[in-house]
Every structure is written in C-alpha cells, then in structure tokens.
C-alpha cells in the first residue's frame, strides 16, 4: 500500500524527507520517519485479529475491542530504528527483534548482503511488522525474512518503508511471497545500476546518524 497515494500528512513528511534544504536536521529527519512509522502502526492495526473483552468502568461495563496478539516489531540495523520508534509508541507492548544487514561493495561496484547479527523472539505463528526506511533492490529485506523464517513460520508479514522502488516490491514479492504485506510512504520507479533509487532520498542511516566510516 502506498500511503501517499491520497494526499495526507504522509506525503508531507516524505515529501520533507526528499528535501536537501531540509535534510540537514537530524531530528527532524528522525521525527518524519518515526511519524510515518506511527501512521502506518495505526494502519496495521485496522487489519489484526482482535476479540471483544468485558472491562469494568467507574460507571458500568463496555465490551471493548482489543489485539488478540502484539506484533513482533523488527527492524533493519541502523537506518531503521527511526521508523521502529515510531511503531513502538503505538504498539507499545509488542515483543522485539533487531537485524544487522547491511550491503558489502566490491572494488567493481558489486555488492553482497551480509547478515551478522539477528536478535528476536519466537516467531512461529506471530505478526512479523519489518521495518527499513529504503526498500530498494529488496536483497536485504529478502535475506532477512529468510533468517526470520528460519526461528519460525510466521502468520503474517509486514514491511513498513519510507520510499520503496517497484523492481524491489516486485523482487520482495517474487522471492518471498505475495502474502508480504508492504506498506510505504512512497514509491519511486527507478534504480540505479548501484541499486540506488531515484529520486529517492539519499542515505537513510547517514541522514538519521550521520556518515559512517566506509573502510
């Protein structure tokens, strides 16, 4: 789902993300990712399994409507802790899990997935929500689910991105299943030849931390 498909906050915030005259602020960069990953947490919810509960009122009793089951909220190391964040304070009693996968580049301009380190609870049966601010060629994203699929077969995936490009959603989709449920704050048509997405937004992790030693 493209949430700036209709006009709203959403693309306000993107659109901000994209800005060079804006990108200069850390916090304010952090602060529209975590906004997004915000509204799309309110988004997912609409759509989780959830049962009527007896609560007692100072007044009387309601049946109310709560989450059968918290997510499990992931997130890639480092570019997307901004948008975990953001999920975290509207799923504020959902379990955990951190990646670390990251692109290694060769002297050719080729480039790996390397995945060092997964953190994460029991996954059999649990809402996976992912999220990585720039969904581009979608290796990382594939690798990833892979090794989540390995501590347990997950009921349902979400991926929450700021900018996705359709060559990675497609390749998302062709190597790890149409069930993936993917929710973006955009989506952007072209990759480069060194899997950049343009216009895209630049570094995501460099933008939100700042630049990072490339040796």
Known sequence: MNLSEQHSLVSNWVSELRDVTIQGDRMRFRRNLER???IAAYEISKMLP?????????????????????PVLATILRAGLPLHN???NYFDKADNAFVSAYRKHHRDGSFE???????????????IIISDP????????VKTIAAMREEGEPAEIHVVTAIACT??????????GDAIKLWCGDIDDELTAKGYIV????DAGDLAFGPKNQA
């Open 36 to 38: 997004i990953g915000e």
């Open 199 to 202: 216009p895209g937004l630049g």
């Open 134 to 141: 720039m969904l581009a060629t979608g290796a990382s994203l």
């Open 86 to 88: 953001g999920m975290l």
């Open 113 to 127: 997935i390397n995945l060092e380190y997964m953190s994460c609870p029991t996954l059999e049966n649990r809402i």
């Open 167 to 176: 060559v990675g959603i497609e390749f998302v989709h062709r190597e790890s």
């Open 50 to 70: 959830w049962q009527e509960q007896e609560i007692q009122t100072p007044l009387g009793l309601h049946n109310s409507k709560k989450i059968v089951q918290q």
